[in-house]
């Protein structure tokens, strides 16, 4: 558990212990949550998850592996 000690030792580490898991997951960290969107009426909107393709999909679910890890 971080205590607030050591930030840049503590990142790191846990930098390569994600990436060593997916990198897809530490993406999803930094570069936020990624949602699928889709064009109506010229406007970019959330793409329903019945629309996901596979790849999107497990795009998507970096996400919910990198909560997961961070919540251990």
Known sequence: M???I???FC???MQIFIESID?????AIVNRPYTPKCLVENK???KPWTKWTKKERR?????CNAKN???L
């Open 69 to 71: 890890i961070l919540t």
């Open 6 to 8: 050591n930030y840049q």
């Open 23 to 27: 990198k897809g997951i530490w993406d």
């Open 59 to 63: 795009k998507a679910q970096y996400d």
């Open 44 to 46: 970019q909107v959330d």
């Open 11 to 13: 990142k790191i580490r």
């Open 2 to 4: 971080f205590g607030g």
